[in-house]
């Protein structure tokens, strides 16, 4: 299968390095560009427990990556330059904005394209948060428009079960409507995510795929992140926001990242990735890839002062 098949799709933990998030937002397994979900020892959802006083109340984050495929003599390199952004606005939104520009090296047909979000999520209660995202591009690799909905309530302690929904429409007119739906369980120093994928391409063609994820460490110090995602194309992919608009490959990604902060205000994201595709009827490989991801980032203001 050729890989520039894909389309942009919303996706997982990380399908864009995320923003670092509290542990009581949303959990992050879900829309692109939305922060990875929170692996500090900060209070789960469901709580009523104040920001810290060093917490920043906007975040600016910039990342490069390059993804590389075996045999590479028609794909590849693949590059990324994502520069993404959240803020704090009242008692209850946390707007945010991405910007990614993707340039493919392929050796018979390079091209590029640049895709925008707008995102935010909105708390209803201590029991319910809600995220929503629009999406646009230009050039040819994304899709043209899209959008995503999700409401995560907390239906038991510690433990939310996120349902979410969304649609991309390609420059061509092709539609897809996907699904991401599971559980999320906060635990002291980090979480654990189970999501479930379905996607229907113009109502007909259909495919799957499983996700996991778990992130341990303490915001504000280090975090580390594995994403571990298998399914039937066309699929969401760990930290690839693409999608087959075929269903012949079964594709397998892992992806492992580090956030460090150097500072409360500053630190460095630094992932690798690799993957593999193969036919589904007849096992034979399509190609393996590999890549990385480094990035720095930013806090500034103060989102509020401690009692």
Excluded: C
Excluded at 175 to 183: D, I, T
Excluded at 186 to 202: E, I, K, M, S
Excluded at 247 to 254: K, L, M, N, P
Aim: charged share 15%.
């Amino acid at each position: 299968m050729n890989p520039r098949l894909f389309l942009f799709t919303a996706a997982l933990a990380a399908a864009v390095p995320g923003i670092p998030a509290r542990a009581d937002e949303p959990p992050g397994a879900v829309p692109i560009v939305a922060p990875a979900p929170s692996a500090s020892g900060s209070p789960a959802p469901g709580s009523s427990a104040p920001p810290a006083s060093d917490e920043p109340s906007t975040v600016l984050e910039v990342d490069a990556s390059s993804i590389g495929f075996s045999p590479g003599s028609v794909f590849g390199p693949w590059q990324f330059l994502t520069v993404a952004g959240r803020t704090i606005a009242g008692p209850n939104d946390k707007p945010g904005f991405a910007t990614v520009v993707r340039a493919d090296h392929d050796s018979g047909f390079p091209t590029s394209g640049t895709w925008y979000s707008l995102d935010d999520y909105h708390t209803f209660s201590n029991g319910l948060f809600v995220y929503a995202q629009l999406q646009a591009s230009s050039g040819t690799i994304f899709p043209r428009r899209g959008a995503y909905a999700e409401a995560d309530p907390t239906v038991l302690p510690n433990f939310v079960f996120a349902v979410g929904g969304g649609e991309l429409v390609s420059y061509a007119g092709l539609v897809q409507r996907y699904l991401n739906v599971g559980p999320t369980l906060y635990f002291p120093h980090g979480n654990a995510t189970l999501r479930y994928l379905p996607l229907w391409t113009q109502g007909q063609v259909s495919a799957s795929s499983l996700l996991g994820t778990v992130e341990l460490g303490d915001e504000g110090r280090s975090t580390w992140t594995l994403s571990v995602q298998d399914g039937v194309e066309p699929a969401f992919e760990v930290n690839d926001p693409f999608v087959a608009a075929t269903t012949q490959e079964r594709t397998f990604v892992a992806d492992l990242s580090f956030r460090h902060w150097i500072t409360p205000r500053f630190g460095y994201v630094i992932s690798g990735e690799l993957g593999d595709q193969h036919d589904r009827f007849t096992g034979v490989p399509v190609y393996a890839r590999r890549g990385a991801t480094v990035g720095l980032f930013w806090g500034f203001g103060h989102a509020a002062a401690a009692p």
